[in-house]
């Protein structure tokens, strides 16, 4: 089974609505870490986060984690078509040093106009 | 200031033959890790070098190798390619210590035939 566990696997929302995705881990996390990537293309980084209960925003998206459930969540409020794309949590599970990130499958985005 | 920087971006490859892919870390950083990614995957952690050394490895075969210089610029060589290679290989900077943000490249597209 997988270390980080990502849902949905693919959403499909209409341009405007609100969409969550979660990133489970199935071990102690000591740092969350979120990125966007188009098809084949590198990652690009979002946020970190690394405290219980800390939450950070940026434009229209807002990551949250909660270390005693081990799960961090992503929300996009009013999506766009810029927001299409691959979204990858990636965690430390060992030292909080981004030294060694194990990531989720992704999460496959699609926003319709 | 320029991102993390990898060549070549595409790479194609026949069974058995060697390559050499090579990244720049972003400045001010020190550490680069390595990360295989196939297609519909998250990406997969090879290994990582910091102060020229291999720091940690992921489970890979030995048949992948890496190298960092003294200006922090990093080469992961594979040898003698099988088709299950083929990939995007992916390289990571980030500066060691705690609380550090892991920067992307666009990666190198290898295709194995």
Partial sequence: ?113 | DAGVTQSPTHLIKTRGQQVTLRCSPKSGHDTVSWYQQALGQGPQFIFQYYEEEERQRGNFPDRFSGHQFPNYSSELNVNALLLGDSALYLCASSFTGSNTEAFFGQGTRLTVV
């Fill in chain 1, 1 to 113: 089974s997988q270390e980080l566990e990502q849902s949905p696997q693919s959403l499909i929302v209409q341009e405007g609505k609100n969409l969550t995705i979660n990133c489970t881990s199935s071990k102690t996390l000591y740092g969350l870490y979120w990125y966007k990537q188009k098809y084949g293309e590198g990652l690009i980084f979002l946020m970190m986060l690394q405290k219980g209960g800390e939450e950070k925003s940026h434009e229209k998206i807002t990551a949250k984690l909660d270390e005693k459930k081990q799960q961090s969540s992503l929300h996009i409020t009013a999506s766009q078509p810029s927001h299409a794309g691959i979204y990858l949590c990636g965690a430390d599970l060992n030292t909080g040093t981004a030294s060694k990130l194990t990531f989720g499958t992704g999460t496959r985005l699609q926003v319709t106009l």
